[in-house]
Protein backbone atom coordinates (compact mmCIF):
# COMPACT_ATOMS: atom_id res chain seq x y z
CA UNK A 1 0.00 0.00 0.00
CA UNK A 2 1.59 3.20 -0.72
CA UNK A 3 1.94 6.14 1.92
CA UNK A 4 -0.22 9.21 1.33
CA UNK A 5 1.85 12.47 0.96
CA UNK A 6 -0.60 15.57 2.43
CA UNK A 7 2.33 18.34 1.19
CA UNK A 8 4.78 18.91 -1.41
CA UNK A 9 8.48 20.54 -0.45
CA UNK A 10 7.07 24.02 -1.01
CA UNK A 11 3.95 23.90 1.29
CA UNK A 12 6.71 22.19 4.40
CA UNK A 13 7.46 24.25 7.12
CA UNK A 14 11.22 25.16 7.19
CA UNK A 15 11.58 27.97 9.23
CA UNK A 16 9.94 30.98 10.86
CA UNK A 17 8.40 33.18 7.69
CA UNK A 18 6.94 29.39 6.50
CA UNK A 19 4.74 29.73 9.49
CA UNK A 20 1.95 31.30 8.53
CA UNK A 21 0.98 29.37 5.30
CA UNK A 22 2.15 26.12 7.02
CA UNK A 23 -0.45 26.04 9.85
CA UNK A 24 -3.26 27.49 7.61
CA UNK A 25 -2.73 24.06 5.00
CA UNK A 26 -1.95 22.01 7.79
CA UNK A 27 -5.01 22.84 9.79
CA UNK A 28 -7.30 22.70 6.80
CA UNK A 29 -5.50 19.12 5.77
CA UNK A 30 -6.30 18.41 9.75
CA UNK A 31 -9.94 19.25 8.99
CA UNK A 32 -10.47 17.25 5.77
CA UNK A 33 -8.88 14.18 7.20
CA UNK A 34 -11.26 14.50 10.18
CA UNK A 35 -8.42 14.30 12.70
CA UNK A 36 -8.29 18.08 13.88
CA UNK A 37 -9.88 16.82 17.29
CA UNK A 38 -7.12 14.77 18.04
CA UNK A 39 -5.06 17.26 17.80
CA UNK A 40 -6.64 19.79 19.90
CA UNK A 41 -7.25 17.03 22.46
CA UNK A 42 -10.97 16.50 21.86
CA UNK A 43 -10.92 12.76 21.35
CA UNK A 44 -8.69 11.55 24.28
CA UNK A 45 -7.29 8.05 24.67
CA UNK A 46 -9.70 5.20 25.84
CA UNK A 47 -9.05 3.74 29.34
CA UNK A 48 -7.50 0.29 29.42
CA UNK A 49 -10.78 -1.25 29.82
CA UNK A 50 -12.08 0.25 27.05
CA UNK A 51 -13.50 -1.99 23.97
CA UNK A 52 -10.72 -2.95 21.79
CA UNK A 53 -12.59 -1.04 18.51
CA UNK A 54 -12.61 1.93 20.58
CA UNK A 55 -8.62 1.66 20.85
CA UNK A 56 -8.11 0.76 17.85
CA UNK A 57 -10.25 3.74 16.45
CA UNK A 58 -8.10 6.14 18.79
CA UNK A 59 -4.71 4.62 17.34
CA UNK A 60 -5.43 4.96 14.19
CA UNK A 61 -7.16 8.12 14.29
CA UNK A 62 -3.64 9.29 16.72
CA UNK A 63 -0.71 7.88 13.75
CA UNK A 64 -3.39 9.55 10.95
CA UNK A 65 -2.75 13.12 12.68
CA UNK A 66 1.13 12.75 13.07
CA UNK A 67 1.89 11.08 9.92
CA UNK A 68 -0.05 14.72 8.44
CA UNK A 69 1.62 17.10 10.63
CA UNK A 70 5.25 14.69 10.30
CA UNK A 71 4.62 15.47 6.41
CA UNK A 72 4.31 18.77 6.95
CA UNK A 73 7.60 19.82 8.14
CA UNK A 74 10.73 19.63 6.37
CA UNK A 75 13.49 16.54 8.02
CA UNK A 76 15.44 19.30 9.88
CA UNK A 77 12.41 19.92 12.35
CA UNK A 78 11.98 16.02 13.53
CA UNK A 79 14.55 16.13 16.25
CA UNK A 80 12.20 18.79 17.72
CA UNK A 81 9.21 16.28 18.12
CA UNK A 82 10.55 12.85 17.73
CA UNK A 83 10.57 12.63 21.68
CA UNK A 84 6.61 12.99 21.70
CA UNK A 85 3.99 11.11 21.59
CA UNK A 86 0.72 12.15 20.79
CA UNK A 87 -0.36 14.12 18.07
CA UNK A 88 -1.49 16.91 20.30
CA UNK A 89 1.80 17.64 21.63
CA UNK A 90 3.73 17.49 18.28
CA UNK A 91 1.37 20.15 17.74
CA UNK A 92 1.49 22.49 20.06
CA UNK A 93 5.43 22.10 20.31
CA UNK A 94 5.73 23.29 16.55
CA UNK A 95 3.05 26.10 17.03
CA UNK A 96 4.82 27.10 20.22
CA UNK A 97 8.39 27.10 18.49
CA UNK A 98 6.97 29.57 15.48
CA UNK A 99 4.30 31.67 16.81
CA UNK A 100 5.72 34.39 18.20
CA UNK A 101 3.30 38.06 18.70
CA UNK A 102 6.62 39.44 20.88
CA UNK A 103 6.16 43.40 20.38
CA UNK A 104 10.16 43.99 19.81
CA UNK A 105 9.47 41.41 16.71
CA UNK A 106 6.97 43.51 15.51
CA UNK A 107 8.73 46.43 15.71
CA UNK A 108 11.83 45.00 14.48
CA UNK A 109 9.85 43.77 11.24
CA UNK A 110 8.23 46.64 10.66
CA UNK A 111 11.05 49.03 10.63
CA UNK A 112 12.79 46.38 8.47
CA UNK A 113 9.80 46.90 5.89
CA UNK A 114 9.72 50.57 5.92
CA UNK A 115 13.54 50.56 5.29
CA UNK A 116 13.89 48.09 3.04
CA UNK A 117 15.36 49.00 -0.73
CA UNK A 118 15.61 47.36 -3.96
CA UNK A 119 18.71 46.31 -4.53
CA UNK A 120 21.66 47.03 -7.04
CA UNK A 121 21.22 44.23 -9.51
CA UNK A 122 18.28 42.80 -7.48
CA UNK A 123 15.67 41.90 -10.23
CA UNK A 124 12.25 43.11 -8.90
CA UNK A 125 10.68 39.63 -8.83
CA UNK A 126 13.21 38.92 -6.31
CA UNK A 127 12.83 42.60 -4.28
CA UNK A 128 8.56 41.92 -4.51
CA UNK A 129 9.66 38.52 -3.09
CA UNK A 130 11.36 39.97 0.27
CA UNK A 131 8.36 42.41 0.77
CA UNK A 132 6.16 39.14 0.79
CA UNK A 133 8.31 37.11 3.35
CA UNK A 134 8.64 39.73 6.19
CA UNK A 135 4.48 40.78 5.45
CA UNK A 136 4.07 36.82 6.13
CA UNK A 137 6.04 36.84 9.20
CA UNK A 138 4.13 39.48 10.45
CA UNK A 139 1.24 37.94 9.71
CA UNK A 140 1.96 35.22 10.94
CA UNK A 141 2.51 36.92 14.76
CA UNK A 142 -0.82 38.68 14.64
CA UNK A 143 0.00 41.80 12.61
CA UNK A 144 -1.55 42.92 9.33
CA UNK A 145 -0.02 45.59 7.20
CA UNK A 146 -2.67 47.70 5.32
CA UNK A 147 -2.71 46.93 0.96
CA UNK A 148 -2.50 50.60 0.49
CA UNK A 149 0.71 50.88 3.06
CA UNK A 150 2.39 47.83 1.88
CA UNK A 151 2.05 49.44 -2.05
CA UNK A 152 3.85 52.69 -0.75
CA UNK A 153 6.81 51.00 0.96
CA UNK A 154 7.16 48.93 -2.39
CA UNK A 155 7.35 51.76 -4.29
CA UNK A 156 9.46 53.83 -1.76
CA UNK A 157 12.13 51.22 -1.32
CA UNK A 158 12.51 50.69 -5.32
CA UNK A 159 15.25 53.54 -7.21
CA UNK A 160 14.90 56.98 -8.68
CA UNK A 161 13.77 55.57 -12.32
CA UNK A 162 10.93 53.75 -11.19
CA UNK A 163 9.72 56.35 -9.52
CA UNK A 164 8.41 58.79 -12.71
CA UNK A 165 6.74 55.22 -13.87
CA UNK A 166 4.88 54.92 -10.57
CA UNK A 167 3.97 58.36 -10.43
CA UNK A 168 3.19 58.78 -13.48
CA UNK A 169 1.09 55.14 -13.07
CA UNK A 170 -0.52 56.06 -9.72
CA UNK A 171 -1.63 59.83 -11.37
CA UNK A 172 -2.72 57.97 -14.16
CA UNK A 173 -0.68 60.12 -16.70
CA UNK A 174 0.04 58.39 -20.25
CA UNK A 175 4.00 58.15 -20.73
Known sequence: MASTSYFNYDDKLHDKFDYHAWKMSLDLTLQEQDVM?????????????????????????????????????????????????????????????????????????????????????????SYFMRITRIKSYLLSIGEAIDHMELTLISLRGLPLQWHVINTTILNNEKF
Do not use: W
Open 37 to 125: DYVQGKILKPPSNALIAAKKKYKKGEFKAKKIIRDSIHKHLVSYISDLNTSKEIYVRLVGMFKSSNANQIIFLKNKLKDIKKGKGEDIK
